[in-house]
């Protein structure tokens, strides 16, 4: 059974701390992606990456960054989380084939910054 | 960027009834997925189309895919409790990136 595993279901942080979020998938997935999903406004594109050491910028990525180190695992990074990054995370992979772009996603991260 | 636009935004219903979610573009469709997302959860894929005309089932849900690939809809027959979720559509772009509409939030009350 494929999975896409999230560090924490529920994150409460304070102002500026740093806080990292991570996802490993075990599909051996080239594509990996981090979301943020609010209300009214969908899913959201932070970063994504297509391969390991490889990252491009998504619809929103002021306030984040990302590492891939390892091709099954994709780190979402707030260097400094401040109240507006209160949201859901989502991360995602998906295969790099156009005939096979499903997106697997992980349960999410409900983050709450205080 | 293709903009998704999704109707309604919400809908609750009783269990039996049926009914159909939208998802519109100005723009052709090279493809499209319709995923739902349970409570708690990360989105699944039901479906993909391709093709414009092209219908598809799974079980009690049909998707259908605009003859101009620039709209599709998803009817479930007799909702049930069961079917309570978000349903969002995506379509494909470059660099294996999707873009999701805002989604329909289902309820089905027993």
């Known amino acids: 059974d494929v999975k896409v595993t999230q560090s924490s279901r529920y994150l409460v942080k304070r102002t500026g701390e740093k806080v990292f979020l991570e996802c490993v998938q075990d599909?051996?997935?080239?594509?990996m992606f981090w979301y943020r999903q609010d209300p009214g406004l969908g899913l959201r594109l932070i970063y994504f990456?297509?391969?390991?050491?490889?990252?491009e910028k998504g619809d929103i990525p002021e306030g984040y960054s990302v590492s891939r180190e390892k091709k099954e695992r994709f780190s979402l990074i707030l260097e400094s989380a401040s109240t507006n990054q209160t949201s859901m995370y989502l991360c995602a992979s998906s295969f790099n084939d156009f005939l096979q772009d499903e997106q697997f996603f992980g349960p999410g991260t409900r983050l709450t910054v205080l | 960027t293709q903009l998704l636009e999704q109707s309604p935004q919400f809908l609750s219903i009783q269990e039996g009834e049926n009914l159909t979610v939208y998802c519109n573009s100005s723009s052709v469709f090279s493809s499209l997925q319709w995923y739902r997302q349970e409570p708690g959860e990360g989105p699944v894929l039901l479906v993909t189309v391709v093709t414009g005309g092209e219908v598809k089932k799974l079980k009690r849900l049909t998707f259908q895919f605009g003859d101009a690939r620039k709209d599709s809809s998803l009817h479930i027959t007799a909702a049930q409790p069961g079917d309570t979720g978000l349903y969002l559509c995506a379509e494909g772009g470059s660099n294996y990136k999707l873009t999701f509409g805002k989604g329909t939030l289902l309820t089905v009350n027993p």
């Open positions: 599909m051996d997935h080239e594509n």
């Open positions: 990456s297509y391969d390991v050491k490889m990252k």
